[in-house]
C-alpha cells in the first residue's frame, strides 16, 4: 500500500528519505554487500524522532536488507554444499536484482513524497 505524504513533507526529508532508500547500494557497493543495513540504520537512528515519513523509509529499507542478508547467507550456506552451488548462484542473482531494483524505485517513491512498501522484508525496525 501506498501512502501519499506530499504537501506535508519538506524537502530536507525527501532528501533524507531517498538517502535512506540509496544508502544501501552506496554501502553495498563500498563493503562488497557486508554493511549494506548500516546507512538505512543511521538514518533510522537519526530521524526517527523527527519525522515519520523518513522513519518509515529507512526502517523499510533496513528491514529489506536485513531479508537480503538472510538470503546471502543461505546462498552462501548452499556454496558449501557443492551440489547446491546453482541454487547459491541464484539465490545471489536474485538478491542483488532485487535490492538494486527495490531500493532505486523506494528512492524514486520518496523523492515524489510517497511511500515505498518492500516485497520482501524481516520486520525488525518500524
Known sequence: MTY???GTTRGDERSMAVLAHLSAIIAMVLSAGWLSFVGPLLVWLLY?????????????SFNFNIWAWVMNIVAWICMFTVILIPVSIGLWIVAGIMTLWCHIKGALRAANGDTYDYPASIRILN
Open 4 to 6: 501519499q505524504y506530499s
Open 48 to 60: 526517527k524522532d523527527r519525522s515519520r515519513f523518513v522513519r518509515r523509509a529507512a526502517a523499510g
